[in-house]
């Protein structure tokens, strides 16, 4: 059974796995509209350059395709720079889904934070559905073909979901799902407490203490550094030299002897024989 923090992680990433998919559809749909778009302006002004002979002809076809209020086949409007805005709004939504493919990839990070922050790691997934929907709505409100439709209605919802989950996660929704956040959460696992009593600052004091005992300078600079010293220096400067004889000529120096140990057998104990019978 897995905690519940486990189900969020693997919902918000299948939510964001979906966001990229849709994404990456409408990028490529508008590329293939962008196309068409161009073909049909094409199309219309090779008939255009023809109109001269449309009242000698009388071809109502070709009259009606030049008065209508579209380019036929297009999205392109009939219009003074109809086909500048047109071809400049496929671009920037081509640009608009690079961008949040970046943003959901998470990189780079420092950039988004700093010049995008609502699409950064501290802001939810609010601002990320909307701007979907936004995206979506823009083609869903021209007459395209099937695989843009389906594409810009896929990403109309994903964004209404996301919109959705930004509401109910807040700004916490993208640490949630971040794979880094497990490795923090990691970090912070060893308890802080046992029975009442805090350990939290024992457990800091240990590798300070290990880095004085076999770290000599270098650890006393360490630990000076950090603006605490946990022992004394002395204990540091002989931990450095060992326990051998250039530690105790160090020590001897300081006016520290080691003395004899006591014996361990009381004085009337019979001392061992060299042989036995």
Same mark, same amino acid.
């Not at 219009?79 to 496929?90: D, E, H, K, S, T």
């Given at each position: 059974?897995?905690?519940?923090?486990?189900?969020?992680?693997?919902?918000?990433?299948?939510?964001?796995?979906?966001?990229?998919?849709?994404?990456?559809? /409408?990028? *490529?749909?508008?590329?293939?509209?962008?196309?068409?778009?161009?073909?049909?302006?094409?199309?219309?002004?090779?008939?255009?350059?023809?109109?001269?002979?449309?009242?000698?002809?009388?071809?109502?076809?070709?009259?009606?395709?030049?008065?209508?209020?579209? +380019?036929?086949?297009?999205?392109?409007?009939?219009?003074?720079?109809?086909?500048?805005?047109?071809?400049?709004?496929?671009?920037?939504?081509?640009?608009?889904?690079?961008?949040?493919?970046?943003?959901?990839?998470?990189?780079?990070?420092?950039?988004?934070?700093?010049?995008?922050?609502?699409?950064?790691?501290?802001?939810?997934?609010?601002?990320?559905? +909307? +701007?979907?929907?936004?995206?979506?709505?823009?083609?869903?409100?021209?007459?395209?073909?099937?695989?843009?439709?389906?594409?810009?209605?896929?990403?109309?919802?994903?964004?209404?979901?996301?919109?959705?989950?930004?509401?109910?996660?807040?700004?916490?929704?993208?640490?949630?799902?971040?794979?880094?956040?497990?490795?923090?959460?990691?970090?912070?696992?060893?308890?802080?407490?046992?029975?009442?009593?805090?350990?939290?600052? /024992?457990?800091?004091? *240990?590798?300070?203490?290990?880095?004085?005992?076999?770290?000599?300078?270098?650890?006393?600079?360490?630990?000076?550094?950090?603006?605490?010293?946990?022992?004394?220096?002395?204990?540091?400067?002989?931990?450095?030299?060992?326990?051998?004889?250039?530690?105790?000529?160090?020590?001897?120096?300081?006016?520290?002897?080691?003395?004899?140990?006591?014996?361990?057998?009381?004085?009337?104990?019979?001392?061992?024989?060299?042989?036995?019978?």
């Amino acid at each position: 059974m897995l905690p519940p923090r486990a189900y969020f992680f693997i919902g918000l990433n299948i939510v964001r796995t979906l966001s990229i998919i849709a994404l990456i559809l /409408v990028f *490529a749909s508008n590329i293939v509209t962008l196309v068409h778009d161009v073909e049909a302006v094409n199309r219309f002004m090779a008939a255009k350059g023809s109109s001269s002979d449309v009242s000698s002809s009388g071809n109502s076809t070709l009259t009606d395709m030049l008065d209508c209020d579209y +380019i036929e086949d297009s999205t392109v409007p009939n219009q003074p720079a109809g086909i500048f805005w047109a071809v400049l709004n496929r671009l920037l939504i081509i640009g608009q889904t690079v961008v949040l493919i970046m943003s959901e990839l998470g990189w780079p990070a420092a950039f988004f934070n700093r010049f995008f922050p609502v699409l950064g790691k501290d802001f939810g997934l609010g601002a990320l559905g +909307i +701007i979907q929907c936004l995206i979506g709505a823009a083609i869903l409100s021209h007459h395209v073909d099937d695989f843009t439709l389906v594409s810009a209605f896929f990403l109309f919802s994903i964004g209404c979901l996301n919109m959705l989950l930004g509401l109910i996660f807040r700004q916490g929704a993208k640490s949630k799902r971040s794979i880094t956040s497990w490795r923090e959460h990691a970090k912070n696992a060893l308890p802080t407490h046992v029975a009442g009593v805090d350990v939290h600052s /024992v457990a800091s004091a *240990a590798p300070t203490f290990m880095s004085n005992m076999f770290g000599g300078e270098k650890g006393r600079e360490s630990t000076a550094s950090n603006g605490s010293e946990a022992y004394p220096a002395s204990v540091g400067s002989r931990a450095g030299l060992g326990f051998g004889r250039q530690a105790e000529k160090a020590a001897a120096m300081k006016g520290y002897f080691i003395s004899k140990p006591v014996e361990s057998l009381p004085r009337y104990a019979p001392k061992a024989s060299g042989s036995t019978e």
